[in-house]
């Protein structure tokens, strides 16, 4: 008797990358399956901090095949937006399978061998839409920070009774450390933020110029184009852009500037500066790694993500990831940007169907 549940392909991740993959390999008619490790669609959503609203307005911010029913311009909360995923998948009748966590992945003469905590599967072509914010990343150096300071990072941040009352320092100057620190500045706490910020758009450019702004990152922001090449490193070791506050809310906000983490000495955080900092709290807006210990053997590059053409694990045949930074534009790992790579890659599982 064979126990093994047979699929074309299988779908890892449940978020907005996976439902978008769903959506297009449903509409080229390719059996599958999507597997969340969540018990509910939209929980890693729920799970960021409270006062999270989306960076882009809702008219950018919607997966394929279902608009926002909201005004243009609205900026959509963590609940909002983990509530359209949710009915997105029961809307389109997606296949989705919650609370079921895929443990490895493994190559087979003809596709890949999944463990999962529902059993073994088996399936022609995998998707990796895990996203990229799997597992934190925090500087080495933390492990050497005196114990009294307490330090959390983004992923357990929910809103400024997260950390103790006293002096903070945000490390990191992206979009979330830019949202935290004016936050935690708001809240009374005396407030640092550490890093170079990544590049900003004008608050003029979004307001006005929405249209032609996106159109801009959408169809010219991308790896056919000489300056999308040029930008894809930076938007990869870097983050998104800021888009709703920026350095003017910091410095209005009263919050002190310090350059990048540099280590640790006598047991207190070093911006290599003469500045000494006795912060009660550290704050690491330092952004995530790409977990990819679980499948197989892959190339990744200085940053650890997985080295890919378009989402297409060359190395790998039937292999395929949908959600990575700047895997074909600076819009890929947003929302109204994955649509795009998930049409591709279900172009070319579709293609591999026996």
């Not at 609940?79 to 399978?97: S, V």
């Not at 999962?116 to 914010?133: H, L, P």
């Not at 200085?302 to 890919?308: A, C, D, K, W, Y």
């Amino acid at each position: 008797m064979n126990d093994i549940q047979q699929f074309e392909a299988i779908v890892v991740g449940g978020g907005q990358a996976g439902l978008a993959t769903s959506h297009e390999l449903t509409g080229r008619g390719v059996q599958h399956i999507v597997l969340e490790a969540d018990e509910r669609v939209g929980d890693t959503w729920r799970r960021r901090y409270d006062s999270l609203r989306l960076f882009t307005p809702v008219q950018y911010s919607a997966l394929p095949g279902m608009p926002h029913l909201m005004p243009r311009g609205a900026l959509l909360t963590r609940g909002e937006f983990a509530a359209y995923l949710e009915r997105y998948a029961e809307t389109l009748g997606l296949p989705l399978r919650t609370g079921v966590r895929v443990r490895r992945v493994t190559r087979t003469r003809d596709g890949f061998d999944l463990e999962t905590t529902a059993g073994q599967m088996a399936a022609r072509s995998v998707v990796v839409a895990t996203g990229s914010t799997t597992s934190p990343r925090i500087p080495s150096g933390a492990a050497m920070l005196d114990p009294a300071i307490v330090q959390v990072h983004t992923s357990d941040y929910r809103n400024p009774d997260t950390v103790p009352s006293g002096d903070v320092i945000v490390v990191g100057a992206g979009t979330s450390g830019v949202d935290i620190a004016v936050e935690l500045a708001g809240a009374g706490h005396r407030t640092w933020l550490a890093g170079n910020p990544t590049l900003q758009i004008p608050e003029a450019a979004r307001r006005f110029a929405g249209p032609l702004l996106w159109g801009f990152l959408y169809h010219v922001m991308t790896l056919d184009t000489p300056v999308g090449r040029r930008a894809a490193g930076q938007a990869v070791a870097h983050g998104a852009p800021l888009m709703r506050l920026g350095m003017k809310d910091v410095a209005e906000a009263g919050i002190g500037r310090l350059p990048r983490f540099s280590g640790v000495r006598d047991g207190l955080p070093w911006f290599g500066t003469d500045e000494v900092l006795t912060p009660s709290s550290i704050v690491w807006a330092t952004g995530f790694r790409i977990d990819v210990s679980w499948l197989p053997p892959l190339e990744t590059d200085l940053h650890g993500n997985p080295v890919t053409v378009r989402g297409i694990v060359e190395g790998v045949p039937g292999l395929t990831f949908v959600g990575l930074p700047f895997q074909y534009s600076i819009t890929s790992p947003l929302i109204g940007g994955v649509g795009r790579d998930a049409a591709y890659v279900a172009d070319r599982v579709a293609a591999r169907r026996g």
